[in-house]
């Protein structure tokens, strides 16, 4: 594998990126607004949640944590993809001597830089305007963190794989994307939602990322670690999918 | 001058399907060489293949002495390829696309500013390349396609879609690029480009190679009869009147006047001027048309070539 070349891959796909604007809406500007605008509204978490009393700026990283990597992959992820195969890229890549490994590694790292500004620009706000605090361990929140972009941009793939104009894609995305962000426990408890549809909340991918980050933010101790399991589940069926249905043509 | 491109018996097929049938030919270090044909005649598949982006079903492709199935990748680092769709990310930057496709290759000149310049595209480099005419589009494509110093250069389809003043530019750059030592492979459905371009040619129809030589032989080997057409006053004319001229083979009555076909355009002009001024009649739109390329497929084929 040449190195330069999946340097200036993996560059080129995050400028990009930059000049998406959906990108730059969802998954740099959104999750801060949406930190501000609670931030601002409310003094604590609703009831519900059991984290009465503790700082609830702490109570809004998690959630903006998993609002990027959201956005960035399940908008990036398709987006990319979709347009490569619309448009013939992969195609015109197969006749230089650039491998397809080196091309999927070379579009996972963007994707991990985008997301990696966007938790920067999200703590940098709350720092400024809320005094947002890491009280437990900063390896775990960056590990949950990462299992958290891997899992989501495994489910972005699969998206990109069974669609096939960005159009499609984005139509997709945002029929998702709504939903989970109210029933994933974010900033709605769940047990507030409907009996019935309780369950449906605890198995979204995102329910147990909010779960474990906020844990980790409040140093509270992780006895809801097992639902990484969940996440591991939606990891592979997004896997799955996406060795099943991807084409690059 | 060696042999950089030899294919031996090569056979594709896509189901019933034979697009490329039994098909052998090399190319020459240095020579621009031109596949002509019909939309569908199996042009792209050829180049395809050896590209190493197919693979034949039987028959063997050697291209700078590698074997285009087996050794593809060290084929694409010498190679460089315009697809019949050329395509790179809508909002990449044109001097960007340049940097990224560079550092795919081992060895790369660092010439990115000159070949902004030999493809006269230095003020679009800060250019996004959807905001880009299909023309230059097309540059970009080519640019792309030399960043690695290629010993062959692959066009397909140069200058399908591109309006006459583009396309004509496009010929400048491909006789340009040529007279610095490369190899050109090009392959067009135009029999005017093949023409003005090539070093020599093949016309490919229904996956086999027709005719394979310069354009001239091509051309030369019909028996290079030629035409002359004229407009004529006197309606009454008979057609008898331009037989009898010196190499005249047939007449050919008009409705305002006569095609003349003729081995000989210069004696047969001369004698039709003469024969006009002895006996007062009043010619006009004289005009002759030499075979061309196209007259070639029509007699190898028994068909017109289409557009």
Same mark, same amino acid.
């Given at each position: 594998?040449?190195?330069?070349?999946?340097?200036?891959?993996?560059?080129?796909?995050?400028?990009?990126?930059?000049?998406?604007?959906?990108?730059?809406?969802?998954?740099?500007?959104?999750?801060?607004?949406?930190?501000?605008?609670?931030?601002?509204?409310?003094?604590?978490?609703?009831?519900?949640?059991?984290?009465?009393?503790?700082?609830?700026?702490?109570?809004?990283?998690?959630?903006?944590?998993?609002?990027?990597?959201?956005?960035?992959?399940?908008?990036?992820?398709?987006?990319?993809?979709?347009?490569?195969?619309?448009?013939?890229?992969?195609?015109?890549?197969?006749?230089?001597?650039?491998?397809?490994?080196?091309?999927?590694?070379?579009?996972?790292?963007?994707?991990?830089?985008?997301?990696?500004?966007?938790?920067?620009?999200?703590?940098?706000?709350?720092?400024?305007?809320?005094?947002?605090?890491?009280?437990?361990?900063?390896?775990?929140?960056?590990?949950?963190?990462?299992?958290?972009?891997?899992?989501?941009?495994?489910?972005?793939?699969?998206?990109?794989?069974?669609?096939?104009?960005?159009?499609?894609?984005?139509?997709?995305?945002?029929?998702?994307?709504?939903?989970?962000?109210?029933?994933?426990?974010?900033?709605?408890?769940?047990?507030?939602?409907?009996?019935?549809?309780?369950?449906?909340?605890?198995?979204?991918?995102?329910?147990?990322?909010?779960?474990?980050?906020?844990?980790?933010?409040?140093?509270?101790?992780?006895?809801?670690?097992?639902?990484?399991?969940?996440?591991?589940?939606?990891?592979?069926?997004?896997?799955?999918?996406?060795?099943?249905?991807?084409?690059?043509? | 001058?060696?042999?950089?491109?030899?294919?031996?018996?090569?056979?594709?097929?896509?189901?019933?399907?034979?697009?490329?049938?039994?098909?052998?030919?090399?190319?020459?270090?240095?020579?621009?060489?031109?596949?002509?044909?019909?939309?569908?005649?199996?042009?792209?598949?050829?180049?395809?293949?050896?590209?190493?982006?197919?693979?034949?079903?039987?028959?063997?492709?050697?291209?700078?002495?590698?074997?285009?199935?087996?050794?593809?990748?060290?084929?694409?680092?010498?190679?460089?390829?315009?697809?019949?769709?050329?395509?790179?990310?809508?909002?990449?930057?044109?001097?960007?696309?340049?940097?990224?496709?560079?550092?795919?290759?081992?060895?790369?000149?660092?010439?990115?500013?000159?070949?902004?310049?030999?493809?006269?595209?230095?003020?679009?480099?800060?250019?996004?390349?959807? #905001? =880009?005419?299909? /023309?230059?589009?097309?540059?970009?494509?080519?640019? +792309?396609?030399?960043?690695? &110093?290629? *010993?062959? $250069?692959?066009?397909?389809?140069?200058?399908?879609?591109?309006?006459?003043?583009?396309?004509?530019?496009?010929?400048?750059?491909?006789?340009?690029?040529?007279?610095?030592?490369?190899?050109?492979?090009?392959?067009?459905?135009?029999?005017?480009?093949?023409?003005?371009?090539?070093?020599?040619?093949?016309?490919?129809?229904?996956?086999?190679?027709?005719?394979?030589?310069?354009?001239?032989?091509?051309?030369?080997?019909?028996?290079?009869?030629?035409?002359?057409?004229?407009?004529?006053?006197?309606?009454?004319?008979?057609?008898?009147?331009?037989?009898?001229?010196?190499?005249?083979?047939?007449?050919?009555?008009?409705?305002?006047?006569? #095609? =003349?076909?003729? /081995?000989?355009?210069?004696?047969?002009?001369?004698? +039709?001027?003469?024969?006009? &001024?002895? *006996?007062? $009649?009043?010619?006009?739109?004289?005009?002759?048309?030499?075979?061309?390329?196209?007259?070639?497929?029509?007699?190898?084929?028994?068909?017109?070539?289409?557009?």
């Amino acid at each position: 594998m040449k190195l330069r070349g999946l340097r200036q891959l993996a560059w080129s796909e995050f400028k990009l990126n930059l000049r998406e604007p959906a990108m730059l809406f969802w998954a740099l500007a959104f999750p801060a607004l949406w930190m501000s605008l609670f931030g601002a509204i409310f003094k604590e978490p609703m009831p519900g949640f059991g984290y009465q009393g503790l700082s609830y700026a702490n109570f809004l990283l998690p959630g903006g944590i998993g609002l990027v990597i959201l956005a960035s992959a399940f908008i990036g992820m398709p987006i990319t993809l979709t347009t490569y195969r619309q448009t013939g890229v992969l195609k015109r890549l197969r006749v230089t001597p650039l491998k397809t490994s080196t091309l999927a590694l070379g579009v996972t790292i963007s994707q991990f830089i985008f997301m990696f500004l966007g938790i920067v620009v999200l703590f940098v706000v709350g720092k400024m305007f809320f005094d947002v605090q890491v009280l437990g361990s900063w390896a775990a929140l960056i590990g949950v963190t990462v299992v958290g972009m891997i899992t989501f941009l495994a489910l972005g793939s699969a998206i990109g794989s069974v669609t096939r104009s960005p159009r499609a894609a984005n139509a997709i995305t945002m029929m998702i994307f709504m939903p989970m962000i109210f029933l994933s426990d974010m900033f709605l408890p769940i047990s507030m939602l409907p009996a019935g549809l309780q369950p449906i909340c605890k198995a979204l991918p995102l329910t147990p990322l909010n779960i474990v980050l906020r844990d980790i933010v409040y140093g509270v101790p992780l006895s809801e670690l097992w639902q990484l399991g969940i996440m591991a589940g939606w990891l592979v069926s997004g896997s799955l999918v996406t060795l099943k249905f991807f084409k690059w043509e | 001058m060696g042999i950089v491109v030899e294919c031996e018996h090569v056979t594709k097929r896509y189901g019933d399907l034979i697009a490329v049938n039994d098909l052998s030919f090399s190319i020459e270090e240095g020579e621009i060489f031109g596949l002509v044909g019909p939309n569908g005649a199996g042009k792209t598949t050829l180049i395809e293949m050896i590209e190493g982006l197919r693979t034949p079903d039987s028959g063997s492709i050697k291209a700078l002495g590698l074997d285009t199935t087996k050794q593809d990748g060290e084929l694409k680092e010498r190679i460089g390829v315009l697809l019949q769709t050329t395509s790179i990310q809508p909002d990449i930057k044109v001097k960007e696309a340049l940097k990224l496709f560079a550092s795919f290759y081992r060895h790369v000149p660092d010439n990115t500013e000159q070949l902004l310049r030999t493809l006269s595209l230095e003020d679009k480099a800060d250019s996004r390349f959807k #905001k =880009l005419s299909g /023309g230059l589009k097309q540059r970009v494509a080519i640019a +792309l396609a030399l960043v690695n &110093d290629p *010993e062959i $250069l692959f066009l397909d389809e140069l200058t399908t879609g591109l309006d006459p003043q583009a396309r004509r530019n496009m010929w400048d750059l491909v006789e340009n690029i040529s007279t610095q030592g490369k190899t050109v492979f090009l392959s067009t459905h135009y029999m005017e480009e093949a023409e003005k371009l090539c070093d020599r040619l093949g016309i490919i129809d229904y996956g086999k190679i027709i005719a394979l030589d310069t354009p001239g032989n091509l051309v030369s080997d019909l028996g290079g009869e030629s035409k002359v057409t004229f407009g004529i006053e006197d309606k009454d004319i008979d057609a008898s009147r331009f037989e009898v001229l010196e190499a005249v083979s047939r007449v050919e009555k008009l409705e305002d006047g006569f #095609k =003349l076909y003729t /081995g000989d355009e210069n004696t047969t002009l001369q004698e +039709l001027v003469r024969l006009a &001024d002895r *006996e007062e $009649l009043k010619v006009s739109n004289l005009r002759t048309e030499s075979s061309n390329l196209d007259d070639v497929f029509l007699a190898l084929t028994g068909r017109e070539m289409r557009e």
